[in-house]
């Protein structure tokens, strides 16, 4: 039994060896594949069972998924703000943390990115027409409850998208996507049973976007983070009435992903 532990940790080292350049390769290049199995054994002149493990490896990170069989191989998957999102809400749901917690935590640090986009200088030209064309699409949805609130939430994505600091840029947004499929999970169950908000009440959600747009395009910082961080605190108390204390859920926002698609980075 020695012996075999002995044998295992140069392969375990070489495995891993193998996995931090190929991570480092798929985090580099937005268009990596993969190699096959052959290749990477003559190109790390290693063995098979190294790369396996390496491929092992990389799959429990979520990077790769291996696929066995007569058609095997592995397709590459780059992090994205739902792969964050997805490990940061295990971690907040393995620590049992609320959806009451949850919304505080946005309710600091959501505005503070309307802020910064306020503070863009290219802010009328980039961040202010997406905003608004986020706006429009949000007033066709009105009257069908589920539809409005994916497309509303776009606009709380894409103030997040345009912060320019690329660490709250990436933090916030993980989770913004965690209370957005929370949110979005919401809307079906109360549109299904009629409870979900009245179209005024839409309708006047949309007009505070429009004054944040506003506040925004006019360089006003400290007025666009106090009325979103104000709007954001109304708009969660409809969902926290019935579900604060339920303990935030990881798997919704890998449902969101698959419902909506990932995003690229709009900076």
């Known amino acids: 039994m020695a012996t075999a532990r002995r044998g295992r940790v140069p392969q375990l080292r070489i495995a891993e060896t193998v996995a931090a350049e190929l991570r480092n390769r798929i985090l580099a290049d937005d268009d990596y594949r993969l190699p096959t199995q052959e290749q990477l ?4 002149g290693v063995s098979y069972p190294s790369v396996r493990e390496a491929l092992r490896i990389l799959e429990t990170e979520g990077l790769v998924t291996v696929r066995r069989g007569n058609v095997g191989g592995a397709d590459v998957h780059r ?11 295990l971690s907040l749901q393995a620590g049992r943390v609320t959806l ?3 919304a505080v935590g946005l309710q600091t640090l959501e505005p503070m990115c309307a802020a910064a986009c306020a503070q863009r200088p290219d802010r009328n030209a980039i961040v202010v027409p997406a905003l ?7 007033s066709h949805q009105l009257g069908d409850g589920v539809a409005f609130t994916h497309s509303s939430r776009e606009f709380h994505d894409l103030v997040v998208s ?5 660490s709250i840029r990436y933090a916030v947004s993980s989770y913004v996507a965690l209370w957005s ?10 549109t299904q049973s009629g409870e979900y908000p009245s179209e005024t009440e839409a309708e006047f959600a949309l007009d505070t976007h429009t004054r ?5 395009s006019a360089g006003n910082a400290e007025e666009a983070e106090r009325i979103a961080r104000d709007h954001l605190a109304a708009a969660q ?7 604060g204390d339920n303990i935030v859920n990881a798997s919704a926002a890998i449902s969101r992903q698959v419902i909506r698609g990932s995003k690229r980075s709009r900076v």
Not at 41 to 44: I, L, M, S
Not at 132 to 138: K, R
């Open 132 to 138: 608004t064309a986020a706006i429009e699409e949000s």
């Open 79 to 89: 992090p994205d703000e739902f792969s964050a999102a997805y490990h940061l809400g």
């Open 162 to 166: 345009f912060t320019p600091n690329a």
């Open 237 to 243: 108390a409809v969902v926290l009435r019935r579900y």
């Open 181 to 190: 499929a929370q949110e979005e999970a919401w809307a079906e169950v109360s």
């Open 41 to 44: 054994v003559e190109d790390f």
């Open 100 to 102: 009451n917690d949850l």
């Open 212 to 216: 944040i747009v506003q506040e925004i």
